[in-house]
């Protein structure tokens, strides 16, 4: 067969070896010929954009971060006959099938694809934020967890020794794993997500009652969707500019500043700000996010060959097994109620 692959949306660690596994089984196994779209579905709307993959040129690639293959955060149904385009394209091309690796944007693109115009599709998870629905995890959300941990645990020397608050902003949309899991990991005094709108004066509260213990620091985790009851630029999230991207999306962050300039102000306690940003998202792998990446891509190489389209892998429990594309367009994956319960315990 004649498969192609693309990689949209943010990059994170875990898409090159996704990319590998395909290929590497894909030529090896099956005999196929990969073909490489580059820039995610730019790449299908216009010509030229594509190279051929073959195990050669995959060499070397398993612990790099980023994607070989580059993205981008186009949608194809903003463009003028994106659609027909995209159609047009894979059928000059002579593709058979298309791997889709992306998140909730890239993904939900490809199931209207296949739902709306027959495109052939087979859907692999991948976002740093761990929201997408249909799968306990995607890759690069543990690469993300761990350096943020690490930063956690570097900058509780600091705040020790300065006697501060520091504010810690992580990544986190909608979705607060991230926040959640490396506030866990890394002792955080404080964790703010998105799932539960928070007071500013609760949280001054609690690091107040910190100081009376003769704890004289603080570490407050907090996701940039993070939200405010006040109702600060009209819907309780702080964004960095109004323009959205064209998936509909404004650019957060700054959460991390409003709320030590508060802290400040309310309890005269230093505070400073750490933007963790896209860090979070680059670099190395870890092993857990390499070998997911790794199991995803022959699983969606697989599916290809078996006629599985319009679905996408999955992690359950510790099997990769295929669900419905459909389910990424339904909801964003919340973090556990359960979880963030425990983390609870350890506030203040």
């Known amino acids: ?55 050669d040129r995959l060499s070397g690639i398993l612990h790099m971060g980023g994607t070989i293959l580059k993205s981008s955060r186009t949608n194809p149904f903003k463009e003028k006959n994106g659609p027909q385009k995209i159609q047009e394209n894979v059928d000059r091309l002579g593709l058979e099938g298309l791997v889709i690796v992306g998140g909730e944007d890239t993904l939900g693109v490809a199931y209207r694809l296949f739902q709306d115009y027959q495109v052939k599709v087979v859907g692999v998870p991948k976002t740093i934020d761990n929201d997408l629905p249909g799968t306990d995890y995607t890759f690069g959300f543990d690469t993300a967890v761990n350096i943020a941990t690490e930063a956690i645990d570097r900058l509780h020397t600091t705040a020790e020794s300065h006697n501060r608050v520091i504010v810690v902003e992580v990544m986190g949309r909608h979705a607060g794993w991230i926040a959640v899991e490396a506030g866990l990991a890394g002792g955080a005094d404080m964790v703010l997500i998105p799932e539960h709108p928070f007071d500013i004066g609760e949280v001054c509260d609690a690091i107040r009652k910190r100081h009376k213990r003769g704890r004289d620091f603080s570490i407050v985790v907090v996701a940039e969707g993070a939200k405010m009851p006040e109702g600060t630029e009209g819907e309780g999230y702080i964004a960095q500019e109004r323009e959205v991207d064209a998936f509909g999306h404004i650019r957060l962050g700054g959460i991390g500043h409003v709320l030590a300039r508060e802290i400040k102000k309310r309890t005269g306690f230093q505070t400073r700000v750490t933007i963790l940003g896209y860090l979070q998202r680059g670099g190395t792998p870890t092993a857990f996010d390499r070998i997911l990446a790794t199991r995803f891509g022959i699983a969606a190489i697989d599916l290809i060959h078996q006629g599985g389209f319009g679905q996408m892998v999955s992690l359950r429990g510790n099997r990769v097994v295929p669900v419905d594309l459909e389910v990424v367009t339904k909801r964003i994956k919340t973090v556990d109620e359960d979880l963030y319960h425990i983390a609870e315990v350890f506030f203040g």
């Open 1 to 55: 067969m004649k498969i192609g692959i693309l990689t949209g949306g943010g990059d994170c660690p875990g898409l090159n070896a996704a990319i590998r596994a395909v290929v590497r089984k894909g030529v090896s196994v099956y005999g196929d010929q990969v073909i490489g779209i580059l820039e995610g579905w730019r790449g299908l709307l216009r010509k030229g954009m594509t190279e051929e993959l073959n195990i």
